[in-house]
């Protein structure tokens, strides 16, 4: 009888044991937990600043780490930060996934981008909070890391300045509509969204009015905006309608 209760006991034990590692590592009584690479966290977006460090940090522990994958699985999220990366035309777009927050069915993930173009020292930085990952696999919903604030890149030998309109909704961690952003999936980088401004210096050319006249206003500067949807930053091909100007150091009416 009481080998017969050890046994019992035993196996009790055994199934409960079971239970428990079934639900996960990450899991809970509430089937949440949060998990990062370093510390657990909510991950607060207090500020841009803020947001676009986290997002240097966790590219570079990635890249130091070497922990880059081919395909993105629910299994990878057991130690974070884990990365993918892909190059198109000596561009090189790296994905770092930072933190993860365990549910019932799905994780949601934040994620920063880095990408690295010739036109600009200074990488683009992108980022999202609250993507979700199925653990059956797949990412469920829209998968769009937001540029982090707004990046200006000469262009046309200087002569012209192209400015990427980025931000970030500090509510959610999710992209704004009218802003730059980039689409993954488990591969890594899909395509890249630009919302963008053209603008010329004042000493190129000058704007002018609906009667033609030049604007005295030093502020004031030829400029205007343009959406397109790329694959490749290479192959950026646009159209723009300028509002009447005048080229400088040419005499004559404005030009429509």
Same mark, same amino acid.
């Given at each position: 009888?009481?080998?017969?209760?050890?046994?019992?006991?035993?196996?009790?034990?055994?199934?409960?044991?079971?239970?428990?590692?079934?639900?996960?590592?990450?899991?809970?009584?509430? @089937?949440?937990?949060?998990?990062?690479? !370093?510390?657990?966290?909510?991950? =607060?977006?207090? !500020?841009?600043?803020?947001?676009?460090?986290?997002?240097?940090?966790?590219?570079?522990?990635?890249?130091?780490?070497?922990?880059? #994958?081919?395909?993105? &699985?629910?299994?990878?999220?057991?130690? *974070?930060?884990?990365? #993918?990366?892909?190059?198109?035309?000596?561009?090189?777009? %790296?994905?770092?996934?930072?933190?993860?927050?365990? +549910?019932?069915?799905?994780?949601?993930?934040?994620?920063?981008?880095?990408?690295?173009? $010739?036109?600009?020292?200074?990488?683009?930085?992108?980022?999202?909070?609250?993507?979700?990952?199925?653990?059956?696999?797949?990412?469920?919903?829209?998968?769009?890391?937001? #540029?982090?604030?707004?990046?200006?890149?000469?262009? +046309?030998?200087?002569?012209?300045?192209?400015? *990427?309109?980025?931000?970030?909704?500090? &509510?959610? =961690?999710?992209?704004?509509?009218? *802003?730059?952003? #980039?689409?993954?999936?488990?591969?890594?980088?899909?395509?890249?969204?630009?919302?963008?401004?053209?603008?010329? $210096?004042?000493?190129? *050319?000058? $704007?002018?009015? @609906? @009667?033609?006249?030049?604007?005295? !206003?030093?502020?004031?500067?030829?400029?205007? =905006?343009?959406?397109?949807?790329?694959? !490749?930053?290479?192959?950026?091909?646009?159209?723009?309608?300028? $509002?009447?100007? &005048?080229?400088?150091?040419? %005499?004559?009416?404005?030009?429509?």
């Amino acid at each position: 009888m009481y080998a017969m209760k050890r046994f019992c006991f035993g196996l009790l034990l055994l199934l409960c044991f079971s239970i428990a590692k079934a639900a996960g590592p990450e899991a809970d009584s509430s @089937n949440k937990k949060v998990y990062t690479g !370093d510390n657990a966290t909510n991950q =607060g977006f207090a !500020d841009s600043a803020a947001i676009k460090s986290m997002a240097i940090s966790a590219v570079q522990k990635v890249e130091q780490s070497d922990k880059w #994958l081919e395909m993105l &699985q629910p299994d990878d999220l057991n130690e *974070l930060p884990v990365g #993918l990366r892909r190059t198109i035309n000596n561009i090189e777009y %790296k994905i770092a996934i930072s933190s993860a927050v365990f +549910h019932e069915t799905y994780a949601e993930l934040t994620a920063f981008a880095k990408v690295t173009i $010739p036109q600009r020292d200074e990488p683009l930085f992108f980022g999202i909070n609250s993507l979700k990952l199925s653990y059956r696999g797949g990412i469920v919903g829209d998968a769009k890391l937001v #540029l982090l604030g707004d990046c200006n890149i000469p262009i +046309h030998g200087g002569n012209a300045m192209l400015i *990427l309109k980025g931000g970030f909704n500090m &509510q959610n =961690g999710q992209a704004q509509s009218g *802003l730059t952003y #980039l689409t993954i999936d488990c591969n890594g980088f899909k395509e890249l969204s630009v919302a963008a401004q053209v603008e010329f $210096p004042r000493s190129l *050319l000058i $704007p002018c009015d @609906n @009667n033609g006249s030049m604007i005295a !206003d030093p502020k004031a500067k030829v400029s205007a =905006g343009f959406q397109a949807v790329i694959s !490749d930053w290479n192959d950026i091909l646009i159209a723009v309608s300028l $509002p009447k100007f &005048q080229v400088i150091n040419w %005499k004559g009416s404005c030009l429509l």
